[in-house]
T-cell receptor, first 113, second 111 residues
């Protein structure tokens, strides 16, 4: 199974600022995803990070707010831009190696004041 | 209506009890089905896939009813360590491999 790390593990930020979250995988993977899990809510897919091309965003999420990079097959970043308290959430990256299983990073717990 | 619906619970059961969770999905074209487990403040991890014929892994049994669009998870002989949130997950047909997540059912196994 893939081993996934995320940085930072948690952060407390002021509104109006931006935070970039990094996701590193120990092996090359075709598909990487970014999710958000707000308190008491299910996981919500933000976007699919595509290597070498623009990310594919889900309804309700836009590139200006959540720019994503995927420079290679083992690394991706998600930026939460111009943050507001409503962006306080856990942000998770996951990978799909073509099997039935998605593996998740440990998550980044974000609090926006 | 949510695409994947679960009873959020919480389910409070004594050790050794048998507990069953149910899940319904609305998209009849859904292709694959899973139960994930999420411990408090941790990431989700795959518990088991759910196959049409039903499948068992130790104390855990998963069943799928495509006609009723219904998935179940049965836990026998509950352990304290089973306390977690159990997430019903569905993959849509197509090649984008996108997963749709239920809200989760919270289980607390008490001594």
């Amino acid at each position: 199974s893939a081993v996934i790390s995320q940085k930072p593990s948690r952060d407390i930020c002021q509104r109006g600022t931006s935070l970039t979250i990094q996701c590193q995988v120990d092996s090359q993977v075709t598909m990487m995803f970014w999710y958000r899990q707000q308190p008491g809510q299910s996981l919500t897919l933000i976007a699919t990070a595509n290597q070498g091309s623009e990310a594919t965003y889900e309804s309700g999420f836009v590139i200006d707010k959540f720019p994503i990079s995927r420079p290679n097959l083992t690394f991706s970043t998600l930026t939460v831009s111009n943050m507001s308290p409503e962006d306080s959430s856990i942000y998770l990256c996951s990978v799909d190696q073509g099997t039935d299983t998605q593996y998740f990073g440990p998550g980044t717990r974000l609090t926006v004041l | 209506r949510k695409e994947v619906e679960q009873d959020p619970g919480p389910f409070n059961v004594p050790e050794g009890a048998t507990v069953a969770f149910n899940c319904t999905y609305s998209n009849s074209a859904s292709q694959s089905f899973f139960w994930y487990r999420q411990d408090c403040r941790k990431e989700p991890k795959l518990l088991m896939s759910v196959y049409s014929s039903g499948n068992e892994d130790g104390r855990f049994t998963a069943q799928l009813n495509r006609a009723s669009q219904y998935i179940s998870l049965l836990i026998r002989d509950s352990k304290l360590s089973d306390s977690a949130t159990y997430l019903c997950v569905v993959r849509r047909a197509g090649n984008n491999r996108k997963l749709i997540w239920g809200l989760g059912t919270s289980l607390a196994v008490n001594p």
